[in-house]
């Protein structure tokens, strides 16, 4: 092959999620039903809070924000998946699967960083009542969003540079659905000890900095809620911060499961299985949780369906 760069791999083979003859098709329709109910449920969601004025508040701004990270998010990961289940060899280009590196990065930091505004914006609405319009002025929710995005685009930057520096000497096949980084620090021929510490020092930063603000904005909230007499008000208060606590826990959980551990602890197989989870799993039950639980998106909803109807 044409050398590439640092590399003499001009494309890589994904080996899916699993060899078994038997699972491919049933995985191909589950999976496609899976990312039509992610599309729907994102864009669903992104065109309640667009169409409807009561939900252009900072809140809403960066639920819509959360919908379009995890729309485009799985719109990078799935659609390469369902080839594995279709095709008898899953080709990705070395430029395609380090695009596709670029974006999941980004993505993910980018939501890391998002649900760390969010939780910030409950601060100031429980802890802050009379400042909140002040606070979460236009003015600061743009410079969080850029905060948000900024990150996200540094750590796309960091670790997709990182694998650009390895050599992959001949040996091609990807043992995974998607061009994510262990595994290509895995098949690379010169990858390091320094390689593995950025990539974990970079998702130390990606998660621990978003988890500890956030942990210190719900402890300020926990304290505030505690201080409430009646106790509807704290009813009222815990209940516009759960949903919110309940994706965290979600996407938290599983992402420092997965890459805050020593490298060779989980085999790649279930690697795979566990990374479901936040690539397709998470992005799916997001709107469904900030809708079920959530009264000003079920009133958007009726008062949209009410439009449609009688339009």
Known sequence: MAAHNTSSVTEFILAGLTDHPGLQLPLFFLFLGLHVIIMVGNLGLITLIWLNTHLHTPMYLFLFNLSFIDFSFSSVIIPKMLMSFVSKKNIISYTGCMTQLFFFCFFVISECYILSAMAYDRYVAICKPLLYTLTMSPQVCLFLLLG??????????????????????????????????????????????????????VVAIAI????????????????????????????KAFSTCISHIIAVLLFFGSGAFMYLKPPSSIPLDQDKVYTLFYTVVVPMLNPLIYSLRNKDVKLAMKKTLSRITFS
């Open 208 to 235: 621990g900095v978003p988890i500890v603000s956030i942990f210190l904005s719900y402890g300020f909230i926990l304290s505030s809620i505690l201080h409430i007499s009646s106790t509807e008000g704290r009813s």
């Open 148 to 201: 948000v995005y900024g990150m996200g685009v540094l750590g796309a930057i960091v670790h997709t540079g990182n694998i650009l520096f390895l050599s992959f000497c001949g040996e091609n096949l990807l043992n995974h659905y998607m061009c994510d980084i262990l595994p290509l620090l895995e098949l690379s021929c010169n990858s390091s000890y320094m390689n593995t510490l950025v990539v974990f020092t």
